[in-house]
């Protein structure tokens, strides 16, 4: 069975964990604890392989160096970084992330060093919190283009509500179904959660 893992990262409040939760088990939680970063583990079928997928959501942490991101690219297959098209400064800090994940010195991150060579991390740039579009501050052509721009994946998504629905509501709306994930829990497959082996804060995980 393959491994691979995500870290999930983004501005404060910007609906990482609702947005971890809504993957892993189709429902909508409005509030969570963030007090403790967390690894979920999950079994899924993906394109007819199966995968050992681990989710790292982190608690946000304003204090920590925000861009360092070390322990990160050591750990992290690929990056899902989360953006509130309601919050324009959560869009300036989404930049901030891929330019850091994207620059050339970050050679020394998990993907470069198992292939010796410079295979770049899959990222993918989600625009959350769709349902919120009539006060959009960031438009879907913006995200659109940054994640062109840095070799990214990009959708927008709302973790609170089906897209379909808003889409036929928001004049830029357009993004949701190309952002569905087409990933198939495996039978019997299980989803728990535990502490991560790194990270400043390794405490128990949320339930
Ligand atoms: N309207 C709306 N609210 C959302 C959505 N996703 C999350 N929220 C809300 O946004 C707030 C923050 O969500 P979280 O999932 O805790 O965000 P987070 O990025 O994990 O937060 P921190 O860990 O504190 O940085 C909560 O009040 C959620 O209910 C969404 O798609 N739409």
């Known amino acids: ?42 079994h899924l079928y993906l394109e007819g392989k199966q995968l050992n997928l681990e989710i790292y959501d982190p608690c946000s942490q304003p204090k920590k160096a925000k861009f360092s991101l070390t322990s990160e690219l050591h750990w992290a297959d690929g990056f899902v970084i989360v953006y509130d ?23 020394h991150c998990k993907s470069c060093v198992l292939h010796f060579r410079a295979v770049e991390s899959a990222v993918l740039l989600v625009g959350n919190k769709q349902d919120l579009c009539h006060v959009r501050e960031v438009g879907w052509e913006e995200g659109q283009k940054l994640a062109l721009d840095n070799r990214c994946q990009f959708c927008e998504l709302s973790a609170a509500e089906q897209c379909l629905e808003r889409e036929t509501e928001c004049e830029q709306g357009k993004s949701g179904e190309r952002g569905r994930q087409n990933l198939k829990q495996a039978p019997g497959s299980e989803l728990s959660a535990q502490s991560p082996t790194w990270g400043s804060n390794s405490q128990t995980a949320r339930s």
Do not use: H
């Open 85 to 107: 098209i309601s919050d324009r400064s959560s869009f300036a800090f989404a930049k901030a992330l891929v330019y850091r994940i994207r620059e050339p010195q970050t050679s």
């Open 1 to 42: 069975m393959n491994d691979v893992k995500l870290a999930v990262l983004g501005g404060e409040g910007t609906g990482k964990s609702a947005l971890t939760v809504r993957f892993l088990t189709k429902r909508f939680i409005g509030e969570y604890a963030s007090n403790f970063e967390s690894v979920y583990s999950k």
